[in-house]
């Protein structure tokens, strides 16, 4: 199974979001335990460490979360073909669309997000933390 886990999951995790924290580590540990592929996309990276460090207000502990983030979760290439893509899709949200373009180049079986709505009509299934835990 390949999963490409978005932004937002991610960083729920890192910087321990509440409420959502629970639902969103849960469904990481889920995916590593049965042996997931768990892809974020190289464009997402930038992003998440840029967050990371805003809300940790701290750069050495931004790079050493990132550092054992990139141990545990594969960076998939972002192409400029994707990026062509989700340029021309009719996704209301960019990022979600360079997502969903990278998620279907690389065969993934889910895309990981708490915002499934932005994700319609792709050929990957978009799925909550709370509905992966359930599956």
Known sequence: MTIMID??????????REPFF???????????????VCLVSATAVT??????QKG???????????ERLLQ???VSDTLAIDIQI????????FEDAVVATVAERNNAD?????????????????????LFLSK
Do not use: C, W
Not at 47 to 52: G, V
């Open 7 to 16: 932004t937002n999951v991610i960083l729920d995790v890192l910087m321990e």
């Open 22 to 36: 629970t639902d969103s580590y849960g469904a990481l540990k889920k995916a590593f335990e049965e042996e997931a």
């Open 47 to 52: 992003d998440i460490f840029y967050l990371l």
């Open 56 to 66: 940790l207000k701290n750069k050495a502990k931004a790079l050493e979360q990132m």
């Open 72 to 74: 545990i979760i594969s």
């Open 86 to 93: 989700a340029l021309s899709s009719a996704a209301a949200d």
């Open 110 to 130: 889910y895309i990981l997000t708490r915002d499934t709505k932005h994700y319609k009509g792709i050929s990957v299934e978009a799925i909550t933390p709370k």
